[in-house]
Every structure is written in C-alpha cells, then in structure tokens.
C-alpha cells in the first residue's frame, strides 16, 4: 500500500505565492508519474500539473509560467510552487502518484494512489 501526503495549502492574498508539498510512503518498487489535480467547488477535478520520473512536466494551460512542479525522485516527493496566484486557483489541491508496489523484496503490482487534498484559498 501507498501513501501520500500533502502539505502546504492556505490563505493567500492574489499575487502571492504557496509552495505544496507531498511525500509517497509505504511499499513502492517504483513511482512512474506523480502530479497535482485540483476540484474546486461545484467543479470536476482537474490537471494541474505533473511530473514523470525522467522528470518530463505537462502543465495545465491555466498555470503555465505561472506553476513550477518538482520532484524528489531519491526522496519520492513531489512539490508545486504556485505565484502569481488569482482568485481562480482556489480549490482543493490533490497529489497523486502511480506505479509498482513492492512485496516481499520484489515488484508486485501496480498501484495508483491520491492525497487527502490541502485547500487553497485566493483572496482578492
């Protein structure tokens, strides 16, 4: 089993800045892509940005120059540095990772796993 959590979310004024943290633990052989999404209210949830272990990035349109996403691949964490914030990028912000799981000292199964979400509140 694979867990991930996240850290980093709060209140910031528009213009400001957050950095979102997330660490993977548990019984990983080894994490393919890990990422951010977020679901604001009344909305579906969202790409916002991932990262794969070679480090290629894909970014939403909405964050692009404005997000950096960067991975620990020795450490199994993933980070966003958010600026520039608008009142839009108010929303739950969730990490998630997949892979392969390990058991018994060798690679055992795929996994896909997700964060318990952080909020992120914009005010103008």
């Known amino acids: 089993q694979v867990q991930l959590v996240e850290s980093g979310g709060g209140l910031v004024q528009a213009g400001g800045s957050l950095r979102l943290s997330c660490a993977a633990s548990g019984s990983i052989f080894s994490i393919n892509v890990m990422g951010w999404y977020r679901q604001a209210p009344g909305k579906q949830r969202e790409l916002v940005a991932t990262?794969?272990?070679?480090?290629?990035?894909n970014y939403a349109d909405s964050v692009k120059g404005r997000f950096t996403i960067i991975r620990d691949n020795a450490k199994n964490t993933v980070s966003l540095q958010m600026n520039s914030l608008k009142d839009e990028d108010t929303a739950a912000y969730y990490c998630?990772?997949?892979?392969?799981?390990?058991?018994?000292?060798?690679?055992?199964?795929?996994?896909?796993?997700w964060g318990q979400g952080t909020q992120v509140t914009v005010s103008s």
């Open positions: 998630r990772a997949d892979g392969t799981s390990l058991r018994d000292g060798a690679p055992y199964a795929n996994f896909e796993s």
């Open positions: 990262v794969s272990s070679a480090g290629s990035t």
